[in-house]
Structure formats: C-alpha cells, structure tokens
Nanobody, 124 residues
C-alpha cells in the first residue's frame, strides 16, 4: 500500500487547510485510515481516524475543528482543518491498516502503512 499525502502549507492562525491522502490500496474500503502529526522534538501523535464503517475518531486537541472523511471510489482520505492554531504546526502523516483493532486506532505503531508526510505551519 502506497500513501501520498498533500495539501500542507503555511497559513495564519484561524485559517483553514485541507489535507488529502491518496492510497494505492485495493480494496481501499476495508482499511482504517488515519492522520498523525509530529512536531519538532515531539513524538508522533494521533489526530484522527476513520474506519470502514465511516466511524470517526479524533484527538481531543482537534475535536470540533478537524473533520476526517473518505472517498472509497477515489481511494482518498481528507482532513479538513479549521480554526488552525500555532500548536497545530507539524508534519502530518496519513496511515493505513486493514487489521488494526479499534482500541489501537490512536497508536502509531499499530499501523503498517505510512505516507511521506506534509508540512503544516500555522503562524500566530
């Protein structure tokens, strides 16, 4: 499975940004898709996940501001980010796994497939 993330950039606090992740997985719809982020000097942290049943999961820090969605026909997962804050600055990675259990959705080591990351920088 190859994942290609895109959509990062430099924005100001309060702005919005949309990240996309294109997957080569077949079949795509059975994969749990997730976004993680990693700021300099920090560990990779969970942001959001969506499973094959389209149940949504969010880190508390982004709940109410970020929205994850998937398009199984296009094999893409999107992270719509609103009301961005400087603390959202990080490299954002998409991840995929088809056998991960729900209790592990927020654990980076549980995912087998990763994209290359896209930089999001939010200025104050």
């Amino acid at each position: 499975v190859q994942l290609q993330a895109s959509g990062g950039g430099l924005v100001q606090a309060g702005d919005s940004l949309r990240l996309s992740c294109a997957a080569s997985a077949v079949p795509f719809n059975v994969y749990v898709m997730a976004w993680f982020r990693q700021a300099p000097g920090k560990e990779r942290e969970f942001v959001s996940a969506i499973n094959k049943g389209r149940s949504l999961f969010y880190a508390d820090s982004v709940k109410g501001r970020f929205t994850i969605s998937r398009d199984n026909a296009k094999k893409t997962v999107t992270l719509q980010m609103q009301s961005l804050k400087p603390e959202d600055t990080a490299v954002y990675y998409c991840a995929a796994d088809r056998q991960i259990i729900m209790s592990s959705y927020s654990r980076a080591h549980a995912y087998d497939h990763w994209g290359q990351g896209t930089q999001v920088t939010v200025s104050s």
